[in-house]
Structures are given as structure tokens and as C-alpha cells.
């Protein structure tokens, strides 16, 4: 069974599947909500219909369903009834989280929001969706960031030591190790004519001439860069290039390759043996991924204390879809 809290010392007690816990936000109706719905009582409009109360703050359906369409995309007529209910537990613990954002008075700067946009993958967002989101203080993204803002502060003052970090490294050994690895660049044409045209020129090339040709007749990503596309492992290339390239001695060409990507000239630049990462290579990501544990872990923490501090209310019988979870 799973419980919603109406203030302090009051548990209903609901019928529920799962748990799970992320930390995103869509929007929601700020209003009152007037009368807890009932079952007994005259419905209301699916849409409408109230799905969740944080302390003033109403929640309708349609909050949720928006929700939904930001959080994974697609139709949400296509995503089935356990998944809707994962996602809704999703959607209380993030709108829990949001009222302890803002009751603590976590807001955003200018800067923090322009931060934000820089980092973004670029196309994430239109210009007009960044001005908006730069001359606004409330919205769906402006929640998420005051969320991960407050999550953020929950872990300031956690610190990893040295020899936590090194605890690790000496018990995870397989984590550092390194297998057969190879350094690659490619020419990547779009036809099979000039692929075996500029083949014949790129196989008696040295590695400079090879560049030299990359740049000049090259469609791939990487042209610019005279053709390198990085250090891969076994696994990491699609079959048809791995074979060929793993195959392949330090400075040599390969024949032409096709795939759906167009024909490839394969240069294996350079063969790294297998090894063990050392501790003063690893210890930064370490330090990094224990934290990261560290600040989740009192995330997790202050999430079920505030269940237990905030008035709050969910009523999945008002959802569009039949609610399945259950506490074992």
C-alpha cells in the first residue's frame, strides 16, 4: 500500500504498483483547488479533474498528461497503464520537491538560466523559447532547474575522501580495465565510384596525405579534422567497420567499405594494448561518481521526509488511465 499525507498525523491509505524516482518537472495549475473530488460526486471533465494537491497548489490531468508529452515524448495514448503509473509517481515526488524549492526560496538567476542555454545541445531550444525562458520565473523548464538547483544544495556540503576514493578503485578492478582499443580515421564517400577513385590515392598515402584527403573529399562528421574519429573498443562500431578496422595493422588503409552510411576508407591510426587505468587517472571520475551517489542518496532522504512534512494529496482515481501499483 502506498499512502498520501492530508497534513500532519492524517494518512489515506492508497492501492498502488512500483516506485521510482526521478528528479524532472512539467507544469501545473496554480489555482486553489476548491473540493476534493469524489467518486460519489458530480464529475468533472476528465482533463479537469484533480490528480494531485501540494499544499495550495492543484494539479489537474491535463498538468499530467503535459507532464507526460515533456518527460518522454510521443503520444500518450501509446504508453501503457504500468508506465503511466511510474510516471505519475514521478510527477508527485517532483511536485513535492518543487514546493520545498520554492517555500526555501530557490530561485534562478539571469546568469544560472544563461549557463543553462549555453550548455544545452545545441538546437534543444528556438530563440524564442530561450527569451521566454530568460524573461519568465515560472514554466515547466524554470521548475525543473529550481529542482536540480534544490537537489544540488542538499549535496553542498557532502565531501567524498581519499580514502573512500581509493576503497573503490581497489574493489571495482574491472571498471579500470582497459581491453584492445584502436584509434581510427576515415574518409567517407557517397558513392561507391568515388570512393574507389579516392582510394586509390588515400592507400599509398601516409598518415598526412590521408588527413590532407579527408578534408578535401570527405561527407563525414570528422572531415574537418582530417578524418579522425576517435579511440573505440570491441562492441562500440557497428560489425561491418569492426571487422575490418580490428583487422587491420598500425598505418594501414582498408579497402572500401560500405555501410548505410555510404562507402568507407578505413586508416588505423594507432593500436592501444589492453591495461589497467591507473589510480591517479581514475581517482577524478571516482570522486565524482561517489558524490553523485552521495548527493542522490540525500535527495532520497529528504524526498521521504517531506512526504511525511508537506500536505499533500494524490488522487489517481481521477487519472485518464487505470492506475497500477502496488507496495509489497
Not at 525562458?133 to 553542498?156: F, H, Q, T
Not at 582510394?199 to 579522425?228: C, T
Not at 565524482?288 to 508537506?310: D, F, H, P, V, Y
Request: net charge negative; with cysteine; charged share 25%.
Amino acid at each position: 500500500m502506498s499512502w498520501t499525507k492530508h497534513g500532519p498525523g492524517q494518512m489515506v491509505f492508497l492501492p498502488v504498483v512500483l516506485w521510482a524516482a526521478l528528479w524532472t518537472t512539467a507544469c501545473g495549475s496554480k489555482e486553489p483547488a476548491g473540493d476534493t473530488p469524489s467518486a460519489g460526486g458530480k464529475a468533472a471533465p476528465d482533463e479537469d479533474r484533480v490528480v494531485l494537491r501540494v499544499g495550495s497548489v492543484a494539479y489537474a490531468a491535463a498538468d499530467f498528461r503535459q507532464y507526460v508529452q515533456e518527460t518522454v515524448g510521443g503520444a500518450v495514448q501509446e504508453i501503457d497503464a504500468l508506465t503511466l503509473s511510474n510516471l505519475f509517481d514521478q510527477f508527485v515526488e517532483d511536485k513535492i520537491l518543487l514546493a520545498a524549492a520554492v517555500e526555501r526560496g530557490v530561485s534562478l538567476s539571469i546568469e544560472e538560466k544563461r549557463a543553462y542555454l549555453e550548455n544545452a545541445e545545441e538546437g534543444t531550444w528556438t530563440e524564442e523559447e530561450k527569451a521566454s525562458l530568460l524573461a519568465s520565473d515560472s514554466g515547466p523548464l524554470v521548475d525543473k532547474m529550481r529542482i536540480n538547483k534544490y537537489v544540488r544544495e542538499l549535496g553542498r556540503d557532502i565531501a567524498v575522501g581519499d580514502d573512500e576514493v581509493k576503497a573503490y578503485y581497489d574493489s571495482q578492478p574491472g571498471e579500470f580495465f582497459l581491453p584492445e582499443r584502436v584509434q581510427v580515421s576515415q574518409i567517407l564517400l557517397p558513392t561507391e565510384p568515388a570512393a574507389v577513385e579516392i582510394w586509390e590515392k588515400a592507400r599509398f598515402s601516409d598518415e598526412e596525405g590521408f588527413r590532407a584527403l579527408a578534408r578535401a573529399q570527405s561527407v563525414g562528421p570528422e572531415a574537418s579534422d582530417g578524418g579522425e574519429m576517435g579511440v573505440f573498443q570491441r562492441g562500440q562500431l557497428p560489425a561491418d567497420m569492426e571487422t575490418a578496422v580490428f583487422a587491420m595493422a598500425e598505418g594501414e588503409v582498408s579497402p572500401v567499405v560500405e555501410s548505410s552510411y555510404g562507402y568507407h576508407i578505413f586508416r588505423l591510426d594507432k593500436k592501444l594494448a589492453p591495461e589497467q587505468v591507473p589510480f591517479e587517472n581514475a581517482a577524478r571520475s571516482i570522486r565524482q561518481k561517489l558524490l553523485g551517489l552521495k548527493t542522490e542518496a540525500a535527495a532520497r532522504r529528504q524526498l521521504e521526509e517531506l512526504k511525511k512534512s508537506i500536505d499533500w494529496d494524490a488522487f489517481p482515481e481521477n487519472l485518464f488511465f487505470p492506475y497500477q501499483r502496488e507496495y509489497t
